[in-house]
């Protein structure tokens, strides 16, 4: 069947909108002439919510499951595979170190090599997604990554070398799943379901740590360390066949979807609206000028500190989910979408900061596991804080806003497992953690200062 193609007159300006009804007459066709429904609240920040008594089924007038939540599952799941690929070296790389005879230097490097490929493709899987679609870049990229996670066995036989160019080729891949993500749910998602949406897919991640750091270490004692690799690989490429068949990069090219959620879509998300007739934005029309210049420990086996590690990835899990709704919920009763941004990411900055200064005086696994869970849990509220953010500022750029953003956070990775590598080399056991903690709690007390002064929630990028 041929793909539809939708026009929707684009949205008024933000202090000027008001909520859509689709279930009305002139909501019928593809291209509905809005008309308004009960009231709703406008925030201070300008975009609209429901209001207080408002349900779901009142906002979009359907019932039963919504085509966006299959794109949205299917995203979740393509995270989990992202960090279920990501953790396996994780716990395999001690079983290869004793086999490849690795000193700390270079399972530092091992472990870096993932972030240069991760560090390259950040802005430009933005950009591509931007320009040819996020189910394309989305797909190509878990299947790309999945295909370096199966031949690491395979380049690691080989040599260091091979090995490194495998964990780079894989970091290209799970490099545009970020941005490509976001450009694609910033035209499926609508502005009233944005911070839990994009809360659910970011668990994604922390339930793929959950599970990669759970279950390697029965696999890799069953059947050896390359099995890890194999049998996480191979679900990458079971997951692109369902991905191709289910999901187009927008609600205007999707002929399965109904006419009545297509036009609530189109009615409530700016990106989709404002994308040229093919559904995509021109990568010549990105201002980029204006987005460049606006402002082994303590006594612990590998089953049992893989166990351990679980933790504070089902508390990221969680609590993501949790601020996906407290920020959803907050600005539905009419708090500005500054504020919760910078209310989110604060606990988001805050909270790790604390918890992490606190691990120079532990002593015990159990503290150690404490400190982490509160910090992974609090640091998980980031997801309706900056993680959100994106959509908010420049709906039509999202991807590529994400992938300047990341490819700064980025650098953290590139930097961080080498260095605490070396240091650890150096100072011998438990030598330079607490300069590490130092360092990252630092870092968090900065970024609170600058978010605060310098984040906003209102639409800037037209």
């Known amino acids: 069947m041929a793909p539809v193609s939708v026009e929707a007159a684009p949205l008024p300006p933000p202090s000027e909108r008001q909520r859509i009804d689709p279930a009305s007459p002139s909501s019928s066709s593809p291209s509905p002439s809005p008309s308004i429904s009960a009231p709703s609240r406008t925030t201070a920040s300008g975009d609209s919510g429901p209001g207080p008594g408002e349900s779901q089924q009142s906002l979009d007038g359907l019932s039963g499951w919504r085509k966006r939540w299959t794109v949205v599952l299917l995203c979740f799941v393509a995270f989990v595979l992202c960090n279920l690929d990501r953790v ?99 035209k499926w998602v609508p502005a009233a379901e944005r911070s839990r949406s994009l809360a659910l897919v970011y668990s994604g991640m922390f339930t793929g740590s959950v599970l990669g750091l759970g279950a390697s270490p029965q696999i890799l004692a069953s059947f050896g360390w390359p099995s890890v690799f194999y049998a996480f690989g191979s679900l990458g490429v079971i997951w692109y066949l369902f991905w191709q068949s289910r999901v187009t990069s927008g609600p205007a090219e999707d002929p399965t979807l109904s006419s009545r959620e297509r036009s609530y879509i189109l009615a409530n998300t ?89 691990l120079g005086a532990v002593t015990s696994a159990a503290g150690a596991v404490a400190c982490m869970v509160g910090s992974q849990g609090l640091d998980a509220f980031s997801q309706a804080g900056l993680y959100a953010n994106h959509q908010d500022i420049g709906p039509r750029y999202a991807g590529v806003l994400l992938g300047l953003s990341n490819t700064a956070g980025v650098l953290a990775g590139v930097l961080g497992s080498l260095v605490t590598g070396l240091l650890l080399q150096a100072g011998g056991p438990g030598g330079g953690w607490d300069h590490v903690w130092a360092v990252a709690v630092g870092f968090y007390l900065l970024g609170t200062v600058l978010w605060l002064t310098l984040s906003t929630g209102e639409q800037i990028f037209d």
């Open 88 to 186: 396996n070296m994780s716990i395999a790389i001690l079983p290869m170190a004793s086999q490849f005879g690795w000193d700390s230097a270079t399972m530092g490097l091992v472990q870096s090599s993932f972030f240069w490929g991760y560090l390259l493709t950040q802005v430009a899987g933005g950009v591509l997604a931007d320009r040819l679609g996020g189910k394309a870049v989305l797909g190509l990229g878990v299947l790309w990554w999945s295909l370096a996670t199966a031949a690491t066995p395979a380049a690691a036989q080989a040599g260091l070398p091979a090995l490194l160019t495998a964990r780079c080729l894989m970091g290209v891949g799970e490099g545009v799943a970020m941005p490509a993500m976001n450009a694609l749910l910033a």
């Open 270 to 358: 700016y990106a989709a609206q404002r994308a040229p007739s093919t559904g995509q934005a021109s990568v010549a029309a990105i201002p980029w000028r204006a987005l460049l210049s606006r402002r082994e420990v303590l006594g612990l086996n590998l089953a049992e500190s893989g166990l351990l590690s679980v933790l504070p990835w089902v508390a990221m899990a969680v609590m993501s989910n949790v601020a996906g709704w407290l920020a959803d919920g907050a600005v539905a009763r009419g708090v500005s979408i500054t504020t919760v941004r910078k209310v989110m990411q604060s606990i988001g900055f805050l909270g790790p900061a604390f918890f992490l200064s606190q």
